[in-house]
Each structure stands twice: as structure tokens, then as C-alpha cells.
């Protein structure tokens, strides 16, 4: 009787640990299922973010292109005809591709840096060109240059006659190469050690792509897999999303076995944890995972800042260069087109025109490219000595020379402040704050620079009398892509996030000081060098 009751006991207790065990393992399982699912849809929404935001930069591309060269009567469209090839040439003696007009029969009649001259007065056959003579910018194919040996990927934009009609297309050749800019990019989406992200043209070839080895050569992922959404095949998963205004597609490639990895092996080893310990094993599994999932939920969310960042500031610099590149061009077109209707002191101004909108376009240049390079090492600096005065009075005169009519005050100790830096860097702070004071206020106010020498620093102020700084954003207004100016909605938000780089390389600090009244005051301070000093 106590034998056969504790065999019940016993029989019981297993069937509890056996349903206790099954009900952990399908708990696990279903939250194993949740985990995969969750970063599928993480992946997806991540490649529909990218693909949108390249979405927006292929139409600002657009936009600046039909702007600059889709004009009516800009080209003559007569086969090589001189005043085309000239419009045409290169302003970078660096250029390794080039571009042409194609009339409205596809004929080449002009080009630049072309490998065979001969080319001229033969049919551009490439697919996507057919929609640009019809009078929208399109995407070509990737296929051999005409400008280059390699693939490259070609705009065309519409080319208008001076009665407004079409005329043709002028198409810009592009390298597909793993060394361009737009390749270096993508290189940087890579995830993990098989995760690939490529864009792909209508015909399945690589444009661009995170292994660049890929480029140029088609997809092997079947068509199927290459549809929008997310797919898995034998051994990968993929996700897709499309580009319309390329006429692209986005692609996301990964073994199936990475993609799933970091969740399916703590499942696999809670579940040989539970054949000892169910109870126990389940817990930790459950908690584990949800740990997991929390993980992902914080990656996403840090993925769509990121992507927001990223179109944020694409749309901020497409924005910014559109203005002196439309100048500079304009100015020089007009220049070119009335040259000897021009006095010579109206040539000189549109010259300096011109040059004022070079020196932007330099100017935003060099704020991107210092960003990148600050992101990878620090400002690199070649400190001599030097009296701090001769910078701030170069800078502000740079300054006032090419914003006439601004008022900046500038009062410096009269004795030398003598500091250990790198002139251009600490020129390029100055010159920065400036800019951004010039930029935040009134065109009739004035903007203040004070140097004071207390002891063994020295400091620089440029007050403004403009909007003011937001309380909430003095935190973050030296983080990158940061414009914390009240209504302002100009610059790419770098210029301050480079100034304190270079000052903190340099031995000193930046910050928002509180002006006495409206506006703002940005001050940094410098170690003086010896015994040097002023008052």
C-alpha cells in the first residue's frame, strides 16, 4: 500500500516536473520566437530608415542638379560645340570621371575628360537615360564609363532649350568603386562578420555595397529574397527596402545562423540547464531573454536616433551647399555671359561674389571633414609660439572683410599674449565663433571679442546681441550637429563641436558664458606660455 502510494508520490511529482519543464520550455521557446521576431523587425525598420534616408538625398541631389544645369538655354546642344565643352571641363584638375550631352535621340554631342573623343556623335544606350529625355531626373544603370575604365554610376538630369523645351540630358559619371565617398559610407553599415548592406540598380548589380568586393558584379541572393520586406532562404535572412527616386533597392544580407545567434544559444543552454534544474533553469532562461529583449529594444531605439541624425544632418549640409554652390556658379555664369558688357569694377565684384561663396563652401568642407577626422583621432596640431593677439586680429579682420557693413569690437591687451598652439586651429576657433555670433544676430548689432589675461590663462569672448542660447541646449550645444541657437536654422551644427576639440587638444576649455543683457557669449581659455602675458 506505501509502496504503491509512494510510486504515486513519485509519479506525480515527475508528471508536475515534467509539465512544470514543458510549460518552461514552451515559455522559453515562445520568447526565443518573440526575441527573433523582434529583431527581424528591427532590421526591417532599420532598412526602411536608411533607404528613405537616401531616398531624400538622391531628390536634394536632383534638385541641385536640374538647378545648375537643367536651366533653359544653359547648352547650345551643337555637336562639340566649344562654349558646351567649356561649361563642361572640370573645376577639379584632381576629376577622374567626367560628363556629356546627350540630345534628345540619346546622341552624344559633348563631353569632358571622355576616353575616346570618337565617342561624340554615337547613341548613349543605358538604361534609365530614356526617362531623363523625357524630362525627369533619373538614376542610370551601373555599367562601363565613358569618362573611366571602371563601372560608374550615372545622372542624368533633363537639358532645356531657351524656349523652355527639351533638349536633351546632361549625364555625370560617378566611380562605383570601393573607394569613393558614397562606398565609404555604406562600408561603415557593416554588422557583425557576415552582415552586408548593398545597394543594388533594377538589374540586380552592386552600386555601392558594405563588402566591396560586391561591387559591380550581380547579386546572388534570389529575386524573390530581393523583394521589400524581410525573407529568409536557406542559411540567410534578408531585408529590402526601395529607393524609387535611384530607382535602387536597398539590400541587407546575413547568415542565418548570426542573425540568430546571440539569442538561440542562451535558449539552447537554459534548455540543458532545465533537464537539471527545470524550475530554476526556466527562470533564469525567462529572464535572460527578457534582458535580451530589452537590449534590443535600446538598440532600436539608439538605430532610429541615429538614422534621424543621419537625415538630419544630410538634409542640413544638401541644404547649406545648395546656396554658395547656386552663388558661385551664378556669379561666374553671368561673369562669363556679359564679360565685355562688364566695367572692370563690376567684373571685380562679382569676382569677390563668387569667391565669398567659395570660401563657404571651403568653410563647410572643412567642418564635415574635421568632424570625421576628430571622430577617429583628435585634431592633429602643430603648436609653435606665437602672441594670441595677431590670430583674434587677423580673424576679425577675415571676418569684417567679408561680412560689410557688420560691426565687430575687438579689444585686446596692449602687450603681447604669448601662447603655445597651432595658429590655423586657434584661427579656425575664432573665425567659428564669429561666424556663429554673425549668424545669431540683427544685421545692425554688433558683435564684441574681449582677450583678458588673468594669471596663467588667457581668455577669448564673442558676446553677440542676437537670440540667446536655450537653457535646455547649453548641455549639448558643443555635441555634434548640435544648433542650439532660439530660431535658428542655418549651419550643419559642427562648427562649435570642432572649436572645442581643438581647444581641449590645446590645454584649454570652452564654454557658454552668461552675458550681462541679451544674446549669448561663447568664451575659451588658453594656458600662456612661460612668463608671457598681457594686461
Request: glycine share 8%; aromatic share 4%.
Given at each position: 500500500m506505501r509502496q504503491a502510494r509512494d510510486r504515486w508520490i513519485a509519479a506525480s511529482a515527475l508528471a508536475v516536473l515534467i509539465v512544470l519543464a514543458a510549460t518552461v520550455v514552451l515559455l522559453v521557446l515562445d520568447a526565443q520566437r518573440a526575441g527573433i521576431e523582434t529583431r527581424e523587425d528591427l532590421r526591417r525598420d532599420q532598412v526602411k530608415q536608411l533607404a528613405a534616408g537616401m531616398e531624400a538625398r538622391v531628390q536634394e541631389a536632383y534638385s541641385a542638379l536640374t538647378s545648375i544645369y537643367g536651366a533653359p538655354g544653359a547648352w547650345t546642344m551643337k555637336l562639340r560645340d566649344p562654349a558646351d565643352a567649356q561649361k563642361l571641363a572640370p573645376t577639379n584638375p584632381q576629376a577622374t570621371t567626367g560628363s556629356m550631352l546627350v540630345d534628345r535621340d540619346g546622341i552624344v554631342v559633348n563631353g569632358s575628360l571622355l576616353?575616346?573623343?570618337?565617342?561624340?556623335?554615337?547613341?548613349?544606350?543605358?538604361?534609365?537615360?530614356?526617362?531623363?529625355?523625357?524630362?525627369?531626373?533619373?538614376?542610370?544603370?551601373?555599367?562601363?564609363?565613358?569618362?573611366?575604365?571602371?563601372?560608374?554610376?550615372?545622372?542624368?538630369?533633363?537639358?532645356?532649350?531657351?524656349?523652355?523645351?527639351?533638349?536633351?540630358?546632361?549625364?555625370?559619371?560617378?566611380?562605383?568603386?570601393?573607394?569613393?565617398?558614397?562606398?565609404?559610407?555604406?562600408?561603415?553599415?557593416?554588422?557583425?562578420?557576415?552582415?552586408t548592406f548593398s545597394y543594388l540598380d533594377p538589374r540586380g548589380t552592386v552600386v555601392a555595397s558594405s563588402d566591396p568586393a560586391r561591387i559591380g558584379h550581380r547579386s546572388d541572393v534570389p529575386r524573390s529574397a530581393r523583394e521589400p520586406g524581410f525573407h529568409r532562404i536557406p542559411g540567410q535572412v534578408t531585408a529590402a527596402a526601395n529607393v524609387p527616386a535611384a530607382?535602387?533597392?536597398?539590400?541587407?544580407?546575413?547568415?542565418?545562423?548570426?542573425?540568430?545567434?546571440?539569442?538561440?544559444?542562451?535558449?539552447?543552454?537554459?534548455?540543458?540547464?532545465?533537464?537539471?534544474?527545470?524550475?530554476?533553469?526556466?527562470?533564469?532562461?525567462?529572464?535572460?531573454?527578457?534582458?535580451?529583449?530589452?537590449?534590443?529594444?535600446?538598440?532600436?531605439?539608439?538605430?532610429?536616433?541615429?538614422?534621424?541624425?543621419?537625415?538630419?544632418?544630410?538634409?542640413?549640409?544638401?541644404?547649406?551647399?545648395?546656396?554658395?554652390?547656386?552663388?558661385?556658379?551664378?556669379?561666374?555664369?553671368?561673369?562669363?555671359?556679359?564679360?565685355?558688357?562688364?566695367?572692370?569694377?563690376?567684373?571685380?565684384?562679382?569676382?569677390?561674389?563668387?569667391?565669398?561663396?567659395?570660401?563657404?563652401?571651403?568653410?563647410?568642407?572643412?567642418?564635415?571633414?574635421?568632424?570625421?577626422?576628430?571622430?577617429?583621432?583628435?585634431?592633429?596640431?602643430?603648436?609653435?609660439?606665437?602672441?594670441?593677439?595677431?590670430?583674434?586680429?587677423?580673424?576679425?579682420?577675415?571676418?569684417?572683410?567679408?561680412?560689410?557693413?557688420?560691426?565687430?569690437?575687438?579689444?585686446?591687451?596692449?602687450?603681447?599674449?604669448?601662447?603655445?598652439?597651432?595658429?590655423?586651429?586657434?584661427?579656425?576657433?575664432?573665425?567659428?565663433?564669429?561666424?556663429?555670433?554673425?549668424?545669431?544676430?540683427?544685421?545692425?548689432?554688433?558683435?564684441?571679442?574681449?582677450?583678458?589675461?588673468?594669471?596663467?590663462?588667457?581668455?577669448v569672448s564673442v558676446r553677440d546681441f542676437g537670440s540667446g542660447i536655450a537653457v535646455e541646449d547649453r548641455e549639448r550645444i558643443f555635441d555634434k550637429y548640435m544648433r542650439g541657437r532660439i530660431g535658428a536654422t542655418r549651419g550643419t551644427g559642427l562648427g562649435l563641436y570642432v572649436a572645442r576639440e581643438i581647444v581641449d587638444a590645446s590645454g584649454g576649455r570652452i564654454w557658454i558664458d552668461e552675458p550681462d543683457g541679451p544674446g549669448a557669449a561663447i568664451a575659451f581659455s588658453l594656458p600662456i606660455a612661460g612668463d608671457g602675458g598681457g594686461g
Amino acid at each position: 500500500m506505501r509502496q504503491a502510494r509512494d510510486r504515486w508520490i513519485a509519479a506525480s511529482a515527475l508528471a508536475v516536473l515534467i509539465v512544470l519543464a514543458a510549460t518552461v520550455v514552451l515559455l522559453v521557446l515562445d520568447a526565443q520566437r518573440a526575441g527573433i521576431e523582434t529583431r527581424e523587425d528591427l532590421r526591417r525598420d532599420q532598412v526602411k530608415q536608411l533607404a528613405a534616408g537616401m531616398e531624400a538625398r538622391v531628390q536634394e541631389a536632383y534638385s541641385a542638379l536640374t538647378s545648375i544645369y537643367g536651366a533653359p538655354g544653359a547648352w547650345t546642344m551643337k555637336l562639340r560645340d566649344p562654349a558646351d565643352a567649356q561649361k563642361l571641363a572640370p573645376t577639379n584638375p584632381q576629376a577622374t570621371t567626367g560628363s556629356m550631352l546627350v540630345d534628345r535621340d540619346g546622341i552624344v554631342v559633348n563631353g569632358s575628360l571622355l576616353r575616346d573623343p570618337s565617342t561624340i556623335g554615337t547613341k548613349l544606350t543605358r538604361r534609365g537615360l530614356q526617362r531623363a529625355l523625357e524630362g525627369e531626373p533619373s538614376m542610370l544603370d551601373v555599367g562601363p564609363g565613358l569618362t573611366t575604365t571602371g563601372p560608374v554610376i550615372s545622372v542624368a538630369t533633363p537639358v532645356h532649350a531657351a524656349d523652355g523645351s527639351l533638349a536633351g540630358a546632361h549625364v555625370i559619371e560617378v566611380e562605383a568603386s570601393a573607394t569613393s565617398a558614397f562606398n565609404k559610407e555604406v562600408v561603415a553599415l557593416k554588422a557583425g562578420r557576415t552582415g552586408t548592406f548593398s545597394y543594388l540598380d533594377p538589374r540586380g548589380t552592386v552600386v555601392a555595397s558594405s563588402d566591396p568586393a560586391r561591387i559591380g558584379h550581380r547579386s546572388d541572393v534570389p529575386r524573390s529574397a530581393r523583394e521589400p520586406g524581410f525573407h529568409r532562404i536557406p542559411g540567410q535572412v534578408t531585408a529590402a527596402a526601395n529607393v524609387p527616386a535611384a530607382n535602387w533597392r536597398l539590400l541587407f544580407v546575413q547568415s542565418k545562423s548570426e542573425f540568430e545567434g546571440d539569442v538561440t544559444r542562451p535558449v539552447r543552454a537554459a534548455l540543458v540547464l532545465i533537464l537539471l534544474v527545470a524550475a530554476l533553469a526556466g527562470t533564469v532562461s525567462v529572464v535572460s531573454l527578457l534582458r535580451r529583449l530589452r537590449a534590443a529594444r535600446e538598440e532600436q531605439r539608439r538605430l532610429t536616433a541615429i538614422s534621424a541624425a543621419q537625415e538630419e544632418f544630410t538634409s542640413i549640409v544638401s541644404h547649406e551647399l545648395r546656396t554658395p554652390v547656386a552663388g558661385l556658379l551664378g556669379f561666374l555664369q553671368t561673369t562669363l555671359d556679359h564679360w565685355e558688357e562688364m566695367t572692370v569694377e563690376e567684373r571685380r565684384r562679382a569676382v569677390e561674389r563668387a569667391e565669398q561663396n567659395a570660401m563657404r563652401l571651403q568653410q563647410l568642407t572643412t567642418e564635415v571633414l574635421d568632424a570625421t577626422a576628430m571622430e577617429t583621432g583628435g585634431p592633429r596640431l602643430q603648436p609653435t609660439a606665437l602672441d594670441l593677439r595677431d590670430i583674434i586680429g587677423d580673424s576679425v579682420e577675415t571676418t569684417r572683410d567679408a561680412n560689410p557693413g557688420r560691426t565687430i569690437e575687438l579689444r585686446a591687451p596692449a602687450t603681447p599674449v604669448n601662447i603655445h598652439a597651432d595658429a590655423a586651429r586657434i584661427r579656425q576657433v575664432v573665425t567659428n565663433l564669429l561666424d556663429n555670433a554673425l549668424k545669431s544676430s540683427p544685421p545692425d548689432s554688433a558683435v564684441h571679442v574681449n582677450v583678458d589675461v588673468d594669471g596663467t590663462s588667457t581668455t577669448v569672448s564673442v558676446r553677440d546681441f542676437g537670440s540667446g542660447i536655450a537653457v535646455e541646449d547649453r548641455e549639448r550645444i558643443f555635441d555634434k550637429y548640435m544648433r542650439g541657437r532660439i530660431g535658428a536654422t542655418r549651419g550643419t551644427g559642427l562648427g562649435l563641436y570642432v572649436a572645442r576639440e581643438i581647444v581641449d587638444a590645446s590645454g584649454g576649455r570652452i564654454w557658454i558664458d552668461e552675458p550681462d543683457g541679451p544674446g549669448a557669449a561663447i568664451a575659451f581659455s588658453l594656458p600662456i606660455a612661460g612668463d608671457g602675458g598681457g594686461g
